[in-house]
């Protein structure tokens, strides 16, 4: 029987997607949070943190709901000519956005809180508007938290399943990604299908966070 | 040597600020060009009040820089449009780049018209040419400090801030980038504002003296005129003497001495190094100073000056008076014992001759 790489490609795809579009949704977040003193800070970084702590059924239903047909999203969607999202691979992509931000915002929020005012300051003095000092000397000097939290988002939305399942479905080539795969050949006793995906996990992951460690700690003893 | 174009009138500062417990109330007009020292004890608020004048803190006010309001009532100018420098207590060179891109970062950032000095002179003034390519974690505390010091300048800025750029250095280091400050003092004519809490570091860079104490100003005017007044309680310590502007009259090779005159008289002191016509800073304690009523011409001392007592107080330890007097237009401190005040009858008016036991030349 021939190796069916379909739902290798399109998790690499849609963890690639993510990460990329975490990137741009998690920063901003991270940095309020960092600098804040709103009364909002508490509330936002909870309804950040959900995921960790929510089965993912309850965030995958949720999220059914939000933006099916007769939610208040997918109503926008409709509207705008898009059709809904739900069991679509763009429908995946906006679970997983919601699924792995805190792996995004926490190891930046740490980051950005560590490295404390002074150098923004600096950058200041020296004539660097807001955006500027913060795209040059709050970035650099936050990037082994960017690269934690990209290698997180990465890694966590790789290994999704349950919201997967509520809110994409099993469509080979469209939503049916690894977790799911496996899952399909583990119900239809395709052990040994089921073998090699879910080894493959086994050594990605591992070697991911390896990588991840080994790096960073390289960081770290270099002192930046 | 190209020299920064400073403001034409003063930098006026009136700011209000509370942080906690802490209240600074500060009304200040300050000279145009030269080193400002704003002087006091940690917790005096000098470097609040350097901060407010950068807008790195808030503060309710008024500041005026050469005729142009930085902040009043309705308006607050943002940091990184004040055209100023600061040169921070620490370290505060990127990390994540080399010192050439360091220098660059605020250079780039100023529009070239506005540019009065040139990257290379920066380097060159602040000797950094073998380190350019070097990351900060690879240089001394005193190399990071010094180009933290071109790298403000670069910016072009019209007016210095210092928070006490030398405190975090050990003494070695201290001794290295003292001179560099020297010479951006003689090069600069924009104000420089420079924390410190060392009176050493006053006596060597400073023009004009303000002192604060818990958030207030208590004195603020010329460097020998704040120096040589007795009624200061921050200024009556061991350290409590008066700088002198002095020139260099004559060398005596055979002894290594040259003789230093200035407005009321001259000193010996030791000449290695110094030129006729040198102009230099003489830094004289007040317990360095003694007094006699006679001019006692066999006196192994050679450093005798009349001059007359101005007037006395004994209000810093009990049996200590502090005795100010004037040569001319010069003003001396001597720190002698009660008993030896009622000795010599000591009154105001009363004719005297200084005998200055040490002298150290600072420039």
Redo the contacts between chains.
């Keep these: 029987m021939e190796f069916d790489w379909t739902p290798v490609w399109l998790t690499l795809k849609l963890a690639g997607i993510t990460t990329f579009t975490l990137m741009f949704v998690g920063t901003p977040i991270a940095w309020w949070l960092a600098r804040t003193t709103h009364w909002l800070k508490q509330p936002v970084a909870a309804v950040v943190a959900l995921p960790l702590v929510l089965p993912p059924t309850v965030l995958g239903f949720y999220l059914l709901l939000l933006l099916g047909p007769q939610g208040m999203v997918g109503e926008i969607t409709q509207a705008l000519g898009l059709g809904t999202l739900p069991f679509t691979f763009a429908g995946l992509v906006v679970a997983s956005v919601f699924y792995s931000l805190p792996f995004v915002v926490q190891p930046l929020q740490n980051a950005f809180e560590a490295q404390g005012v002074?150098?923004l300051?600096?950058?200041?003095?020296?004539?660097?508007?807001?955006l500027?000092?913060f795209l040059?000397?709050a970035v650099?000097?936050a990037?082994p938290g960017f690269m934690t939290a990209a290698v997180l988002a990465f890694a966590h939305t790789v290994g999704e399943f349950g919201v997967v399942l509520m809110i994409g479905g099993n469509i080979p080539g469209e939503t049916k990604v690894l977790s799911v795969a496996i899952y399909d050949h583990v119900e239809t006793l395709e052990y040994e299908q089921a073998h090699l995906l879910a080894g493959g996990m086994l050594v990605f992951s591992f070697t991911v966070l390896l990588v991840l460690y080994m790096v960073n700690g390289r960081l770290h003893r270099s002192?930046? | 040597m190209p020299v920064l174009e400073g403001a034409k009138s003063t930098l006026e500062a009136r700011f209000k600020a509370s942080l906690g417990a802490f209240t600074l109330d500060v009304d200040l007009s300050l000279p145009a060009k030269g080193v400002t020292a704003l002087f006091g004890h940690s917790g005096s608020g000098k470097t609040t009040l350097l901060r407010c004048i950068?807008g790195?803190h808030k503060a309710q006010g008024e500041l005026n820089v050469s005729g142009e309001y930085w902040q009043h009532a309705e308006y607050f100018l943002?940091?990184?449009?004040r055209p100023?420098?600061?040169v921070?207590q620490e370290a505060?060179l990127?990390?994540?780049l080399t010192v050439k891109r360091n220098l660059e970062?605020?250079f780039k950032?100023?529009l070239p018209q506005v540019r009065q000095i040139s990257f290379d002179q920066a380097v060159q003034w602040l000797g950094l040419e073998a380190m350019l390519d070097r990351m900060p974690?690879k240089l001394s505390g005193g190399e990071r400090q010094r180009v933290a010091i071109a790298?403000?300048l670069l910016?072009s800025p019209r007016v210095l801030l210092m928070d006490e750029p030398l405190a975090a250095l050990d003494h070695r280091s201290k001794q290295e980038i003292l001179p560099y400050l020297e010479r951006l003092h003689e090069m600069l004519s924009i104000p420089i504002l420079y924390v410190t809490h060392s009176p050493d570091e006053v006596a060597r860079l400073a023009d004009h003296l303000v002192l604060l104490d818990r958030g207030k100003v208590i004195a603020s005017g010329s460097l020998s005129e704040t120096l040589s007044r007795i009624d200061l309680p921050v200024l009556v310590g061991e350290d409590a003497g008066v700088v002198i502007q002095a020139r260099v009259a004559e060398l005596d090779a055979r002894w290594h001495l040259c003789r230093a005159e200035f407005d009321g008289g001259s000193l010996w002191l030791p000449g290695d190094g110094l030129k006729v016509n040198d102009k230099i800073r003489l830094r004289v304690l007040a317990r360095d100073v003694s007094l006699a009523l006679d001019k006692h011409e066999d006196q192994s001392m050679l450093n005798l000056i009349p001059a007359s007592v101005v007037e006395l107080a004994d209000n810093a330890r009990p049996g200590v008076v502090l005795v100010k007097l004037k040569a001319q237009s010069t003003h001396f401190l001597s720190r002698l014992t009660a008993r030896s005040v009622d000795k010599l009858h000591l009154i105001p008016g009363k004719k005297v001759w200084l005998q200055v036991k040490s002298v150290a030349v600072l420039e």
């Excluded at chain 1, 300051?121 to 807001?130: K, Q």
């Excluded at chain 2, 943002?78 to 449009?81: A, F, R, Y």
């Design positions: 002074r150098m300051e600096v950058a200041a003095t020296l004539r660097a508007s807001p500027d000092r040059t000397v650099p000097l990037r002192g930046r | 950068a790195l943002p940091v990184h449009q100023l420098a600061y921070f505060s990127f990390p994540h970062y605020g950032r100023i974690d790298r403000a910016t």
